[in-house]
């Protein structure tokens, strides 16, 4: 990652950050403690990575005051050095500038309205009633269907789908291969009559909605509602392939990792984390600042901020048999136990 150079001292004043050593070490990239060399600036946030502080080629690294008492190089001194990293790498990682206009691949309904300020790339479809705002970015490929609003600033990476009723607040950020607005799982089973019983789809007139400075993972998939809008506040972030089902709500400054699900009709909370492969079942309620981690099912509403896991721990697959063998026991055991207190 390279970009223009700048000095220590220059990010010390950019950033409001305490710095101690050398105001001319010049930084012209980033790198991690381990790899970065004399033009790069790294970070150490995690207690586990201080012994390679001691061997870190990088030019400037960015610390707690704690780490820095010693340290023989330049450190600029941050409250939390991962976050004054993130926005300092954002530097030298600087997004490739907009070039408005509608490509010449690209078809655009003639009921669709684009502002001149927005860029419409190659074999981009634009549908009826549609509104792309100023400053938007619609990458390679992407299908946009009727009455949708991609909001000012926003990026579709590549081969986006918005299907219909989708409305992106403004900076959103998409991924490849995402799909929002999809019809949500709606089936009613019918069993009137004397053939067997059989599904009806529920018709998805909902659509979409998401807020400000969201972004949205790849091939992740957000389901419009049944009736009302499926629902992501601002600032969401959606790690790759997630499923978010209709009519779910997701409060603002929520973070979920990748192959998280969450059924239809449920709703998290604000300041909540959602661990990788982790779901949650359908009409529950998540209070806000939640951490459910990796791989848990969420099968209850939860109403206390806190951490919460489930599901067993890997390991040796013999031991794993006997242990899901003694499972089955435990109703038992405990019908047994209750007995003998009765007693």
Request: with cysteine; aromatic share 4%.
């Amino acid at each position: 990652m390279s970009g223009a150079a700048i000095t220590a001292g220059e990010l010390s004043e950019r950033f409001g950050l305490a710095l101690s050593g050398d105001p001319g070490a010049v930084v012209s990239g980033v790198g991690t403690l381990a790899a970065a060399g004399e033009g790069d600036l790294s970070f150490l946030s995690n207690p586990r990575y201080r012994d390679q502080l001691r061997r870190t080629g990088a030019g400037v690294v960015v610390m707690r005051e704690a780490d820095a008492e010693g340290f023989e190089g330049t450190a600029l001194v941050a409250a939390d050095p991962y976050v004054a990293f993130a926005r300092i790498a954002a530097l030298f990682d600087p997004p490739a500038a907009l070039q408005p206009g509608i490509h010449r691949s690209a078809v655009v309904d003639p009921g669709a309205v684009v502002d001149p300020r927005a860029e419409i790339g190659p074999f981009v479809s634009v549908g009826a009633r549609t509104r792309i705002e100023a400053g938007a970015r619609l990458g390679p490929g992407c299908v946009i269907g009727e009455d949708c609003v991609v909001g000012e600033g926003c990026e579709l990476v590549a081969r986006v789908t918005l299907v219909k009723r989708v409305r992106l607040g403004k900076r959103v950020v998409v991924h490849p291969g995402a799909v929002l607005g999809a019809d949500g799982f709606g089936l009613a089973l019918d069993r009137s009559g004397d053939g067997e019983p059989h599904w009806i789809k529920v018709p998805q007139r909902g659509g979409v909605l998401i807020g400000d400075d969201c972004e949205i993972g790849a091939n992740t998939s957000i389901d419009r509602g049944a009736i009302e809008d499926t629902i992501l506040e601002h600032d969401v972030r959606l790690d790759n392939q997630i499923q978010i089902g209709h009519n779910a709500r997701i409060g603002a400054h929520t973070a979920m990792a990748g192959c998280a699900a969450v059924a239809g009709s449920a709703e998290i909370g604000r300041y909540c984390l959602v661990g990788g492969g982790a779901g949650v079942l359908g009409h529950l309620r998540i209070c806000d600042h939640v951490t459910i981690n990796a791989m848990a099912l969420v099968t209850s509403s939860i109403d206390q901020p806190g951490e919460y896991s489930s599901g067993t721990p890997l390991m040796e697959t013999r031991r794993w048999r006997k242990s899901a063998a003694r499972f089955k026991q435990l109703d038992s055991l405990a019908r047994r136990i209750a007995g003998s207190q009765e007693e």
